[in-house]
């Protein structure tokens, strides 16, 4: 049972990219994820029987929403308020408000929330305050004054990230200045709000950086690539205690705690790794097989893409054997695919890009003469002046994939 539902980021009309070549089946389970997902966040408010279902980050654009995504909307809406289940967007945009209720219709049972127009709700009887505050300016400061309404008065406090990773790298952890979770834990602690009872903050993104004690994070619903480093899901939260229905105060006496993710993702990322051999891809496709079948997904499960990296133990000749036999590899990995008993598709194969250059330097070759090996070694010690350089302008990831190509190039020479 849940009384609160938050969903974060269902970009409903920006579907996932279709990996090339894809087989139809995972193409259609891909190109549904968005959608998908935000079906199984309504569903599980209707479930919990819950009296609200928030809404922030991404929803629909009316600008890109085709009529069939604001019809589809448009009657989960109207579904929830049938079930006594109201519908709340946060946005910073007031004049999203105006434009999504048109699209829809002004369907009953939505409702809008905005920094400078906060949205107070009778959940379950119990008098709830939603406030959206995207960035620190966004936060309103409340004055320390304020007579409390109720004891059982709940104040919620909803921030996001607006940023899509691109890349690992930049998952940054908190703290840091060009971080806005740094900056939204910085304007929930200075604001009066943050230490007045009923308060409950929470942080939205699609990177999960280390948040401090009583500020909560909420994943998207989808994840739009393996860059993120978050399970799709959806956050539940309960104030009523319901089997204490008899009781004057209905309170659910440890509420705070009761925050839960409920999985909603319908497309996941994973990559596996195996040791080169010396054989070809028939060989090299049975080691990855025997890796991707341990833990392959069910009918149930969300689809999987796996990346498959292979650990060719700085033998440079090997990562260009690799490259040569990827797309035969790939080729019977897939043939292996089934929609229903091995929901996992092979989309990538690559010689392992992160391996350490460090054993062809000069310090470990022993400077080995030869004009391909003096190379070799100093291109090795320039790439690890790089990763042990803080200020370098790549990254150690990128120096050592920059490395390995270079490398590659020669060898097929």
């Given at each position: 049972?849940?009384?609160?539902?938050?969903?974060f980021d269902?970009?409903?009309?920006?579907?996932l990219?279709?990996p090339?070549?894809?087989?139809?089946?995972?193409?259609?389970?891909?190109?549904r994820?968005?959608a998908?997902a935000?079906a199984?966040?309504v569903?599980v408010?209707?479930r919990?029987?819950?009296a609200?279902?928030?809404?922030c980050?991404r929803?629909?654009?009316?600008?890109r929403?085709s009529?069939?995504?604001?019809?589809?909307?448009r009657t989960?809406?109207?579904d929830?308020?049938?079930?006594g289940?109201?519908?709340?967007?946060?946005t910073t945009?007031?004049?999203?408000?105006?434009e999504?209720?048109?699209m829809?219709?002004e369907?009953?049972g939505l409702?809008?929330?905005?920094?400078?127009a906060?949205?107070?709700l009778?959940?379950?009887?119990?008098p709830?305050?939603?406030?959206a505050a995207?960035?620190a300016?966004?936060?309103?400061?409340?004055?320390?004054?304020?007579?409390?309404r109720?004891?059982a008065?709940?104040?919620?406090?909803?921030?996001w990230?607006?940023?899509?990773p691109t890349?690992?790298a930049?998952d940054?952890?908190?703290?840091g200045?060009h971080?806005?979770a740094?900056?939204?834990?910085?304007?929930?602690?200075?604001?009066p709000?943050w230490?007045?009872?009923?308060?409950?903050?929470?942080?939205?993104?699609?990177?999960?950086p280390?948040?401090?004690s009583g500020?909560?994070?909420?994943p998207?619903?989808?994840p739009r690539?393996?860059?993120?480093?978050?399970?799709g899901s959806?956050?539940t939260?309960?104030?009523?205690?319901?089997?204490?229905a008899?009781?004057?105060?209905?309170?659910?006496?440890?509420?705070?705690s009761?925050?839960?993710?409920?999985p909603t993702?319908?497309?996941g990322w994973r990559t596996?790794?195996?040791?080169?051999?010396?054989?070809?891809?028939?060989?090299?496709a049975?080691?990855l097989?025997?890796?991707?079948?341990?833990v392959?997904?069910?009918?149930?499960?969300?689809?999987?893409?796996?990346?498959?990296?292979v650990?060719?133990g700085?033998c440079?000749?090997?990562?260009?054997r690799?490259?040569e036999?990827?797309?035969?590899?790939l080729g019977?990995?897939?043939?292996?695919?089934d929609?229903k008993?091995?929901?996992a598709w092979?989309?990538?194969l690559v010689?392992?890009?992160?391996?350490?250059?460090?054993?062809?330097g000069?310090a470990?070759?022993?400077?080995r003469?030869?004009?391909?090996t003096?190379?070799?070694?100093?291109?090795?010690?320039?790439?690890?002046?790089?990763?042990?350089?803080p200020?370098?302008?790549?990254r150690?990831a990128?120096?050592?994939?920059?490395?390995?190509v270079?490398l590659e190039?020669?060898e097929s020479?």
């Amino acid at each position: 049972m849940a009384d609160i539902v938050f969903a974060f980021d269902p970009a409903i009309d920006r579907p996932l990219a279709v990996p090339d070549s894809a087989h139809p089946a995972v193409a259609a389970t891909v190109g549904r994820a968005a959608a998908e997902a935000f079906a199984e966040a309504v569903a599980v408010a209707k479930r919990g029987e819950a009296a609200v279902l928030v809404v922030c980050g991404r929803w629909l654009d009316p600008l890109r929403a085709s009529p069939a995504q604001g019809a589809a909307l448009r009657t989960a809406v109207r579904d929830l308020a049938a079930a006594g289940c109201r519908t709340v967007y946060l946005t910073t945009d007031a004049a999203a408000c105006h434009e999504i209720s048109k699209m829809l219709g002004e369907p009953p049972g939505l409702f809008f929330a905005t920094p400078t127009a906060p949205l107070e709700l009778d959940v379950h009887g119990i008098p709830v305050e939603f406030i959206a505050a995207e960035t620190a300016s966004g936060v309103p400061a409340i004055t320390l004054d304020e007579p409390a309404r109720t004891a059982a008065h709940r104040r919620i406090v909803v921030g996001w990230d607006t940023t899509v990773p691109t890349s690992t790298a930049e998952d940054t952890a908190w703290p840091g200045d060009h971080d806005a979770a740094a900056a939204f834990v910085t304007a929930a602690a200075a604001s009066p709000a943050w230490t007045q009872p009923g308060g409950f903050w929470i942080w939205a993104s699609r990177r999960r950086p280390p948040l401090p004690s009583g500020i909560h994070h909420l994943p998207p619903l989808q994840p739009r690539s393996a860059h993120e480093r978050v399970e799709g899901s959806c956050c539940t939260l309960t104030l009523v205690d319901r089997a204490a229905a008899l009781d004057s105060t209905l309170l659910h006496a440890d509420w705070r705690s009761s925050w839960r993710d409920i999985p909603t993702q319908r497309v996941g990322w994973r990559t596996v790794q195996v040791e080169s051999g010396a054989g070809g891809d028939e060989e090299l496709a049975t080691a990855l097989w025997s890796v991707i079948e341990q833990v392959a997904p069910g009918e149930q499960a969300p689809l999987e893409l796996v990346r498959c990296v292979v650990e060719c133990g700085t033998c440079v000749s090997r990562r260009v054997r690799i490259g040569e036999i990827a797309a035969e590899t790939l080729g019977r990995l897939r043939d292996l695919f089934d929609a229903k008993s091995f929901r996992a598709w092979c989309v990538e194969l690559v010689a392992d890009p992160g391996e350490s250059l460090a054993p062809l330097g000069h310090a470990r070759s022993g400077g080995r003469p030869g004009a391909t090996t003096s190379f070799t070694s100093a291109l090795a010690d320039i790439v690890q002046v790089i990763e042990q350089t803080p200020t370098a302008p790549l990254r150690p990831a990128a120096a050592r994939q920059a490395g390995w190509v270079a490398l590659e190039l020669i060898e097929s020479t």
